[in-house]
């Protein structure tokens, strides 16, 4: 079993700027954050819930990746989204979230397996997806990926959890945009991608 590191989140970020570009790859990554614990001191300037969404911070950005802090009051959660085949990386450092995974079936631009970066999304009907499991993340240091398959998935702090949650990100490349999944009308959108705080600053709009 790995020892858990409790580090500053500057030092992690360090060590992320240190790893060359073409070993900037799933297991590399996965191996450093599978020991990760942040101190709370160097989270702190990166909190910023919201009682009227989950938040995204951003800690760190450049061309290869950025690193972000999101927080989670109970009962919150993304819309279902894909992450435009970049990379992903989520650890868990308070409470717990639930990781619901699609498969798209069929959508207007072909059947299952249709790359939706390279699709026009925002056409109208049908895109139809299919609910394929379902994980609850828990514990301090609990880690997922997101590959650069036709990832789609939802992230909820699930009423049920019963406390706010709170997680580091980290995506590369960085996301300026995503494809948004609306289930019921059975269409999807391209949609642009905020922050609620940049470097520790509110940015969002009151």
Same mark, same amino acid.
């Given at each position: 079993?790995?020892?858990?590191?409790?580090?500053? #989140?500057?030092?992690?970020?360090?060590?992320?700027?240190? #790893?060359?570009?073409?070993?900037?790859?799933? @297991? $590399?990554?996965?191996?450093?954050?599978?020991?990760? *614990? =942040?101190?709370?001191?160097?989270?702190?300037?990166?909190?910023?819930?919201?009682?009227? $969404?989950?938040? $995204?911070?951003?800690?760190?950005?450049?061309?290869?990746?950025?690193?972000?802090?999101?927080?989670?009051?109970? %009962?919150?959660?993304?819309?279902?989204?894909?992450?435009?085949?970049?990379?992903?990386?989520?650890?868990?450092?308070?409470?717990? *979230?639930? =990781?619901?995974?699609?498969?798209?079936?069929?959508?207007?631009?072909?059947?299952?397996?249709?790359?939706?970066?390279?699709?026009?999304? @925002?056409?109208?009907?049908?895109?139809?997806?299919?609910?394929?499991?379902?994980?609850? #993340?828990?514990?301090? %240091?609990?880690? /997922? /990926?997101? !590959?650069? !398959?036709?990832?789609?998935?939802? #992230?909820?702090? =699930?009423?049920?959890?019963?406390?706010?949650?709170?997680?580091?990100?980290?995506?590369? $490349?960085? =996301? !300026? /945009?995503?494809?948004?999944?609306?289930?019921?009308?059975?269409?999807?959108?391209?949609?642009?991608?905020?922050?609620?705080?940049?470097? %520790?600053?509110?940015?969002?709009?009151?």
């Amino acid at each position: 079993m790995h020892e858990i590191q409790r580090i500053p #989140i500057s030092d992690f970020v360090g060590t992320l700027r240190a #790893i060359p570009e073409e070993e900037f790859q799933q @297991g $590399r990554i996965l191996k450093l954050m599978s020991t990760l *614990l =942040l101190t709370p001191d160097s989270l702190a300037p990166y909190i910023h819930p919201s009682q009227e $969404r989950y938040t $995204r911070n951003l800690v760190y950005r450049s061309e290869l990746f950025e690193v972000m802090v999101v927080c989670w009051e109970v %009962g919150q959660a993304t819309p279902i989204h894909n992450h435009d085949n970049q990379l992903g990386w989520m650890s868990i450092q308070k409470g717990m *979230l639930s =990781l619901q995974n699609y498969r798209r079936v069929s959508c207007i631009h072909g059947g299952p397996g249709k790359d939706p970066v390279h699709c026009k999304a @925002g056409f109208p009907k049908p895109v139809e997806l299919e609910e394929i499991s379902q994980i609850a #993340i828990s514990g301090v %240091g609990a880690v /997922t /990926t997101t !590959d650069r !398959d036709d990832s789609i998935h939802e #992230i909820a702090n =699930l009423d049920g959890f019963q406390e706010p949650a709170l997680s580091v990100h980290v995506y590369s $490349r960085p =996301l !300026d /945009t995503c494809v948004v999944f609306d289930l019921e009308n059975q269409t999807c959108q391209r949609v642009q991608l905020s922050f609620y705080s940049e470097y %520790g600053k509110v940015v969002a709009a009151a």
